[in-house]
């Protein structure tokens, strides 16, 4: 894939205009007047370097989030310019090449996977399109492995399995484990269970049972696992943004099941589109504090229940009915579950 680039005199890069915002994005007390772009950077990244909310970086790019599917073609070399007037940032030229350069109107070809991400992508690509939250439907509707082609209780990537239910009319499926439920710390409801992603399958031959050849394993497959149809891929394009209204979650899990994570890890949130979460919204963390017990000088004593404390920014990127799932994109200290997220 390629993008069309239409050179400008000096090199300088065009911008989009952004309505005016009640309040600007504010910046970093360390802000640098320039920087050059390295791989491996992030537009979130680059942003942070300018900004105390690198969230917000639609805001200083003069973008919308209603205009934009691809960010911004940001490539490894440019140098980025900041107009504290705005703030605003800018594409100046790519280190090495002339001050002055007279160019004309012509056609230009770049690499588009060469382009700096939003967020780093690779680490929340397999999440976009597997199983992650089944219900009682989906696993009502869901196939069944009954048995394997050879004596051997689990198989891999080339081996044949068995499954009834599977309809025809959709020939690869992905196969998962129903791991755990997803509870509600607050209510104690459970949400829907948490789907462990095995690997994928193709009908080879359609019957009752079906036969499938797998595609690909990550974990060894068996009698009783389940299927899907597999989900197309879509498109991925989003705008960070905070909610229009107040929104109030708790951490009910870490992917892979740990209690406490960090920085780039994937998080399980108790709300979703339900609550008006939605794909693209930033939320922040927030850690209890606990309670403390003061004694004054004739022996009373009270409770005074801590306020949390706000330690980083999560980014929603796939939300289901009750539950959503978030990418951890600052954190100071361990993130964990039970933690608090809300507007920032």
Same mark, same amino acid.
Do not use: C
């Given at each position: 894939?390629?993008?069309?680039?239409?050179?400008?005199?000096?090199?300088?890069?065009?911008?989009?205009?952004?309505?005016?915002?009640? =309040?600007?994005?504010?910046?970093? =007390?360390?802000?640098?007047?320039?920087?050059?772009?390295?791989?491996?950077?992030?537009?979130?990244?680059?942003?942070?370097?300018?900004?105390?909310?690198?969230?917000?970086?639609?805001?200083?790019?003069?973008?919308?989030?209603?205009? /934009?599917?691809?960010?911004?073609?940001?490539?490894?070399?440019?140098? /980025?310019?900041?107009?504290?007037?705005?703030?605003?940032?800018? /594409?100046?030229?790519?280190?090495?090449?002339?001050?002055?350069?007279?160019?004309?109107?012509?056609?230009?070809?770049?690499?588009?996977?060469?382009?700096?991400?939003?967020?780093?992508?690779?680490?929340?690509?397999?999440?976009?399109?597997?199983?992650?939250?089944?219900?009682?439907?989906?696993?009502?509707?869901?196939?069944?492995?009954?048995?394997?082609?050879?004596?051997?209780?689990?198989?891999?990537?080339?081996?044949?399995?068995?499954?009834?239910?599977? $309809?025809?009319?959709?020939?690869?499926?992905?196969?998962?484990?129903?791991?755990?439920?997803?509870?509600?710390?607050?209510?104690?409801?459970?949400?829907?269970?948490?789907?462990?992603?095995?690997? $994928?399958?193709?009908?080879?031959?359609?019957?009752?049972?079906?036969?499938?050849?797998?595609?690909?394993?990550?974990?060894?497959?068996?009698?009783? =696992?389940?299927?899907?149809?597999?989900?197309?891929?879509?498109?991925?394009?989003?705008?960070?943004?905070?909610?229009?209204?107040? /929104?109030?979650?708790?951490?009910?899990?870490?992917?892979?099941?740990?209690?406490?994570?960090?920085?780039?890890?994937?998080?399980?949130?108790?709300?979703?589109?339900?609550?008006?979460?939605?794909?693209?919204?930033?939320?922040?963390?927030?850690?209890?504090?606990?309670?403390?017990?003061?004694?004054?000088?004739?022996?009373?004593?009270?409770?005074?229940?801590?306020?949390?404390?706000?330690?980083?920014?999560?980014?929603?990127?796939?939300?289901?009915?009750?539950?959503?799932?978030?990418?951890?994109? =600052?954190?100071?200290?361990?993130?964990?579950?039970?933690?608090?997220?809300?507007?920032?």
């Amino acid at each position: 894939m390629i993008r069309i680039i239409f050179p400008l005199l000096f090199g300088i890069a065009t911008l989009l205009s952004v309505p005016a915002v009640a =309040d600007q994005a504010t910046l970093a =007390d360390d802000a640098p007047d320039s920087y050059t772009v390295v791989r491996g950077d992030t537009l979130w990244d680059i942003s942070g370097r300018f900004l105390r909310q690198p969230w917000r970086w639609p805001e200083v790019w003069r973008l919308n989030r209603d205009q /934009i599917r691809n960010p911004h073609l940001i490539y490894p070399g440019q140098l /980025i310019v900041l107009d504290r007037s705005g703030p605003y940032l800018s /594409i100046g030229r790519r280190i090495g090449a002339p001050l002055y350069e007279k160019r004309f109107p012509q056609i230009y070809s770049e690499e588009v996977d060469s382009a700096i991400p939003s967020i780093p992508m690779q680490i929340i690509e397999p999440f976009l399109t597997r199983p992650l939250v089944v219900d009682d439907a989906k696993l009502a509707g869901a196939g069944t492995v009954v048995a394997t082609e050879t004596s051997r209780v689990f198989m891999g990537a080339g081996d044949t399995v068995f499954a009834k239910d599977v $309809t025809e009319g959709s020939d690869v499926w992905q196969v998962f484990r129903p791991a755990r439920p997803l509870v509600d710390p607050v209510t104690n409801e459970v949400l829907g269970h948490e789907a462990m992603f095995l690997g $994928t399958a193709r009908v080879t031959e359609h019957g009752t049972p079906a036969t499938l050849r797998l595609l690909s394993s990550v974990e060894e497959i068996g009698a009783g =696992d389940r299927l899907v149809v597999s989900e197309r891929p879509e498109i991925f394009s989003f705008m960070p943004h905070a909610p229009d209204a107040e /929104i109030e979650g708790r951490l009910i899990g870490i992917y892979r099941g740990v209690i406490e994570t960090g920085r780039h890890n994937v998080v399980t949130l108790n709300i979703g589109s339900r609550a008006g979460l939605e794909r693209g919204h930033v939320l922040a963390l927030h850690r209890e504090r606990g309670s403390v017990v003061y004694k004054d000088d004739e022996g009373g004593k009270e409770t005074f229940d801590l306020p949390q404390q706000r330690y980083g920014l999560a980014f929603v990127f796939r939300v289901f009915d009750r539950v959503a799932y978030a990418l951890v994109m =600052d954190a100071d200290g361990p993130v964990t579950v039970g933690d608090s997220v809300r507007k920032p």
